[in-house]
């Protein structure tokens, strides 16, 4: 009878399960890359109807389920490398508290799933969350530790959320589409960077190449200054659209609107130019931190100068 009742004791509660299934899916990443699926999708709908709030919900379950999908299928992959890293030594599969073949089972399902809900917006947006899901495991997961220019690879499908929600409204991928995917191409680089940046030392236990010279030095720092600037000049684009001839382009920001965003871009930019500067963890862990609250400001006055005009 007591033998028993400590091996009941050793099940893990619902909630240690839930824990480790938003750990497997990195559920903040995930829920942020939904944010983004959801404004490019705010973005491009005609008109916001009931069927509107129906989409919507599927694209944020398909969304996620992808997402999580890919982190699980990473974990996977990287599970022993995961396990010489302090940021990563106790997620589920290195602490040994998920298999994985159960982990293998929830990857797949999700992949399923959300393949399944973004069919049903259409068939291109459920083409597209299919290429990140393979660009994400089979390409960018095992360059990681091969060379630098992993980050390149891995910007691709950590630029498809934004664009992936306007191809969910609109069923086409257009000019506007890929003004959206190369605004948050280009945000990757300096985001990334900052983060191999501050957490060069752990990557190195993991044998992980992230910054594009491989150093923590200036020509790294130079990097990332430049894919800053090129990230405001590409949010900048839809500002002037009209003035290159394009007309008729649903993607338009309003001299407020631009303004702001060209704001935002600078902001981010001064703290390029502190890293360039200090050279430093904190430099790089603020830059990190500045990039996040870019990329969130920026798609709110995206949406917002739309639905306020």
Known sequence: MKTALNQTQNYPSVKALYVDFKEITKAGLSISVVFSSLAGYLLGVYDFTGESWKIIFMLALGGY??????????????RDLDALMDRTKNRPLPAGRMTVSSTLIIAV???????????????????????????????????????????????IPGAIPFMLGWVAATDDFSLEAGTLFLIQFFWQFPHF??????LYDDYKKGGFFMLPTGKRDAATALQIILYTIW???????PAIFPHIGIVGSRLYLSPIAATLVFALGIWMLVYAFKLYTNRDAKAAKSL????????TLLQIVFVADKFLR
């Open 193 to 198: 960077w900052a983060i191999g940046w501050f």
């Open 231 to 237: 990230l405001i000049a590409a949010s900048l684009l």
């Open 288 to 295: 990190m931190m500045v990039s996040v609250f870019y990329i």
């Open 109 to 155: 399902l999700l992949t399923i799933i959300g393949l399944v809900v973004l069919y049903n917006i259409n068939p291109k947006t459920a083409m597209f969350g299919a290429i990140s899901i393979f660009i994400y495991t089979s390409l960018y997961t095992p360059l990681k530790t091969v060379t630098p220019l992993s980050v390149f690879v891995g910007a």
């Open 65 to 78: 389920c992808m997402v999580g999908a890919s982190n699980a299928y990473n974990q996977i992959i990287e």
